[in-house]
């Protein structure tokens, strides 16, 4: 079983430059997760999908990340413009909807912002 | 408040020794809690959990990890460690939100040959 895909592994961007980042969960995963990861710090939530539906976007800053999960499998997450503080790794994750917590991640994408 | 710590940044353990890696939560009603391993340039990989029953649990790579519910802990431990478990490991409990999951900062587990 094929896992969580995400791409581009790594983007390295200039500021003010919009980026986007790919990801495939699971095969049958309805809940999708984007998370931030700085270096050496543990996950922060960015949003999380049930199917189509953003059920929790309190963490997205709204004014330059965007995300869809238009036919509730792929999501794409858009940052628009780019600032420096974005460079980071960002987590794409999918879980079976169990409520149980386990949830499956991708490789992630690494952002550099020049 | 909901929290959960990781009280040491780094574990070093020469290959072999047992391996404990600490993790101290703060959440009300019963705790679901995990343990994620990290390793370099790569995503999160679930290792076990706790939700209810025995208060030692197994997993992944023959890592298991004990709950005291006495001293809001959920430590990670192997008996002998191997020099491939050098990683970053991440403690995680379930907060009030059903599907909010509270990170703590990540230990970086360094297993010397």
């Known amino acids: 079983e094929a896992g969580v895909v995400q791409s581009p592994r790594y983007k390295i961007i200039e500021k003010k430059q919009p980026v986007a980042f790919w990801c495939n969960p699971i095969?049958?995963?309805?809940?999708l997760y984007w998370y931030l990861q700085n270096l050496g710090q543990g996950p922060e939530l960015l949003i999380r999908?049930?199917?189509?539906?953003?059920?929790?976007d309190s963490q997205l800053p709204k004014d330059r990340f965007s995300a869809e999960r238009l036919k509730g499998v792929d999501s794409t997450l858009k940052i628009q413009p780019a600032e420096l503080g974005d460079s980071a790794v960002y987590l794409c994750?999918?879980?079976?909807?169990?409520?149980?917590?386990?949830?499956?991640f991708g490789e992630g994408s690494r952002l550099t912002v020049l | 408040a909901q929290s959960v710590a990781q009280p040491e940044d780094q574990v070093n353990v020469a290959e072999g020794n047992p391996l404990t890696v600490k993790c101290t939560y703060s959440?009300?009603?019963?705790?679901?809690l995990f343990w994620y391993v990290q390793y370099p340039n790569r995503g999160l990989q679930f290792l076990l959990k706790?939700?209810?029953?025995d208060n030692l649990v197994k997993g992944s790579y023959g890592f298991e990890a004990e709950f005291n519910k006495s001293q809001t802990s959920f430590h990670l431990k192997k008996p002998s460690a191997l020099v491939s478990d050098s990683a970053l490991y991440f403690c995680?409990?379930?907060?009030?939100?059903?599907?909010?999951?509270?990170w703590g900062a990540g230990t970086k587990l360094i297993i010397k040959p």
């Open positions: 995680a409990v379930r907060g009030s939100r059903r599907y909010q999951l509270i």
């Open positions: 959440v009300s009603g019963n705790p679901y």
């Open positions: 706790y939700i209810t029953g």
């Open positions: 095969s049958g995963h309805n809940t």
């Open positions: 999908y049930e199917n189509e539906e953003a059920v929790d």
């Open positions: 994750a999918s879980s079976s909807g169990e409520n149980t917590g386990e949830l499956f």
